[in-house]
Structures are given as C-alpha cells and as structure tokens.
C-alpha cells in the first residue's frame, strides 16, 4: 500500500514536472505569454515564504524574530546578491532578536 | 567551444549548494516523518529518487502516518506539488531549443530551486543552459539522496529549539529578491505574498496557485497601462 502510494506520487511529480515541457515543445509562445511566465520565479517564491509562515488553519506563525529577519535577508540579499550572506543576516537576525526577547 | 560549457557545469554545482542549506534540516525532518508513520526506512528513504521533492514526500508520508486512504494522501501531496506546473510552463520555450533526452531527465530535477536559478542565470547558450541545469540538478539530488538516508536513519539528531527550519525561508526571500531584479517583478512578489496569506487556511497549500495567477494577471493589467 505504502509503495504503490510511492510510485504513484512518483508518476504524479514527475507528470506535473514535464508536462508542458512536452506537450509545448513546438508551440510558438505569444509574447504575452512569455511575459506573463517572467513572474513566475519571483511570484511563487513569494508564496512559498508566506506559506512557510502560516499554520494550516491560515494564522501568521512569524513575530518580531521572523519578520525582521527575512527582512534583513531581503536587504542582504538585494545588496549583496549573495544567498549565503542572506542566509547569515536573516538567521543571525532571527537568532539575535529570539534572544533579547 | 569546450571551456565555457565546463565553467557551465562547475558554475551550476558551486550555485546548488548554498541553496541545499535549509534543506539538510528538512530531511531531518523527513526522517522524523517517516519514522512516526512507522514506515521501514529503506520504503521511506526510496521516495527521495521516486518523487524527489521534499514537500511532496512529507505530505504524502505525514498522511499516511495520519491513517489517509492511498487515494487521499497521494492527491494531497500532488496538489502540494502543482506548482511544478508552473515550472514546466515557463522552462518550455528554453526546453525547445533542447534534445530529447534533456527533456525527460531535466524534468526530473525540475525543483524549487533549480527552476530558480535558470530563471536567475538566464543562459542563452543551448549547451551551457544544459551542463549548469543538469549539473545544478544533479548536485541537489545527489545530496538530498544522502541527506534524507541520514534523516531515516539518524531521525531527529538535529534540536529543534534552535529553530534552522526558519533558514527555508530566508533562503527563498533570497531566491525572491535574486528573481526580482525589476520593480515590476518585485511588486508581483509582494502581491504574491498578500494573496497567499489572504488564502492561507485552503487546503494543501492550494492557495499558491491561486495566489501565483491572480498577481502575474494583475501585473500583466498594471503594466499596459503604462509600458517602459
């Protein structure tokens, strides 16, 4: 039960992954479009924080130690463009302000 | 001809690995998973090169533990996976300029993170877009093979109470502001941000789709009004 529950997510992840890579190999991409997809990255990026950061039921699970360090990895990241250096301000923020509070 | 596409490579695996940072804990957790739905280790550490995604195979592993159907827990983890639709999409017109083979094994290492960096690199070379995706992809999986192998074996060896889960997101608000080098793409990210916590409580993390399309359509609107 449990391998077929494996193998069929497997199939399921792996559809999901190349379906359009397939079914779009020779489709002429309208410029709309290929503007529309230019958003992508930084719009489900965007989601993936914000669903990180809430619980099931739709509350913030973030106070003062998780905002303002995703806020100072947001600046390390914009100044620097250098993910490890993001990685330290935004944890060392987190870890500094969990701290003192 | 032949050292550009070698850089290519070497460049696509140094890239990965910061990126694998939040991930190592991930697969401590992963291993807490699979342990608490009482799954022997080796069934459980074998979704890693059958699904490979790491969100997908906590949901469906956490479901399972919980007592689903194998109907139910494998369609939930699907729609935690959906977004992938998404990737598939945008890497198409990039994947056309590509051999065959590229395309069914680049759509296997097609993760969160490897998505990101072929939007963040912007490789026009067919040759070179290729050896740093594969190498990228490559070097994710090999240590996500190896650290979800810990994580079913070692289980919980890494203390919660230091809180490392929160480097996952700090290093996709990373990866958000390195994809958003225009205003326009940044204000899509903040509109992204306030949907999906306006859609937060929808099952299975569905409220990322929605959240997803509603600001790409809503900045698409916004900025024909007034092109640069």
Known sequence: MIATAIILTGIGSYAMRAVFIFA??????????????????????????????????????????????????????????NHIFALIAGMGTFWLIGAII | MNTAPTRHALRGSLDALPLFIPALPFAFV???????????????????????????????????????SVAAAVSAALIVGARHMFYSVTLAPRFQHQPGWFRWVGAYVLIDQVFVLSQIKRIDDPVAFRRYFLSAGFTFWTLWMIS?????????????????????????????????????????????????????SLPNRAGI??????????ILLATRKQPT
Do not use: H, N
Not at chain 2, 30 to 36: D, K, R
């Open chain 2, 30 to 68: 992963f291993g807490v998973v699979v342990a608490e739905a009482g799954i022997p280790e080796w069934l459980g550490w074998s979704s890693s090169p059958i699904i490979f995604g790491g969100a997908i195979q906590v949901t469906l592993f956490t479901l399972i533990g919980e007592g689903a």
């Open chain 1, 24 to 81: 779009l190999a020779r489709y002429a991409f309208p410029p709309l479009l290929l503007r529309a997809l230019e958003y992508v990255a930084p719009t489900v990026m965007a989601a993936l924080v914000i669903s990180m950061l809430t619980t099931p039921e739709g509350e913030l699970a973030a106070g003062p130690p998780e905002i303002l360090g995703l806020v100072c990895a947001a600046f390390a990241a914009k100044t620097t463009s």
């Open chain 2, 209 to 218: 789709l929605i959240a997803v399309i509603v600001s790409v359509c809503v």
């Open chain 2, 148 to 200: 979800t192998a810990l994580g079913v074996v070692l289980g919980p060896a890494i203390p919660t109470e230091w809180g490392v889960e929160f480097a996952a997101p700090v290093l996709f608000v990373s990866l958000m502001m390195a994809a958003s080098e225009r205003q326009d793409k940044l204000a899509a990210a903040a509109m992204a941000m306030g949907v999906t916590y306006l859609l937060a």
